[in-house]
Each structure stands twice: as C-alpha cells, then as structure tokens.
C-alpha cells in the first residue's frame, strides 16, 4: 500500500483520573487500487516520518488481538520510497 506521508503533526492533550498524555499523529494519504483516502497515523513518542512516498506491507503490519480479530501495528514500519520535494521559495 502506498503511503504519502505529510509534514503536518498534531498534538492532543488527555488526562483520565491521575493519568495523562499526549497523542501525536502526523497527516497522511493512504492508496490502493481500490481506494484513496486522507488519514493520520500515531506517531507516538517518536521522531516523526519524513515527509514523502513511502510502501506499506499490509501483512507485516497486521496481527490477532486477543480477541481473534485483526490489529493494526502501532507504528508499522514503512520503507520510504521518495522524499517530498522542498517547497519552492516564496518570493
């Protein structure tokens, strides 16, 4: 699958009880042959992915939960295939 990694992250703050976090997700595009669609992915405490065209092995990245069902990878690993160009210069 592939995957168009862009430069915009968000922030949220939450707070359960005596707990908090942040989640922090970076903008993306996901593609396939039988769709196209904007979407976020977690990036955790990690560094965020570089913007630009990166592949996405769907079956490496899918696993049961306990339950039987399917679970998505946290953090899939994506092999970048193209960096974004820079943006031109304004004037």
Not at 55 to 66: C, H, I, Q, Y
Not at 77 to 86: D, T
């Amino acid at each position: 699958m592939k995957v168009t990694i862009l430069p915009q992250i968000h922030e949220k703050q939450w707070s359960k009880g005596d707990r908090s976090g942040v989640i922090r997700t970076q903008d993306c595009v996901y593609e396939n042959p039988i769709f196209r669609g904007k979407g976020r992915i977690d990036i955790g405490k990690s560094d965020p992915y570089k913007p630009g065209e990166y592949e996405l092995d769907l079956e490496a990245a899918v696993s049961l939960d306990d339950f039987g069902g399917l679970k998505l990878a946290r953090r899939p690993e994506m092999k970048l295939v193209r960096e974004a160009s820079p943006a031109p210069a304004s004037k």
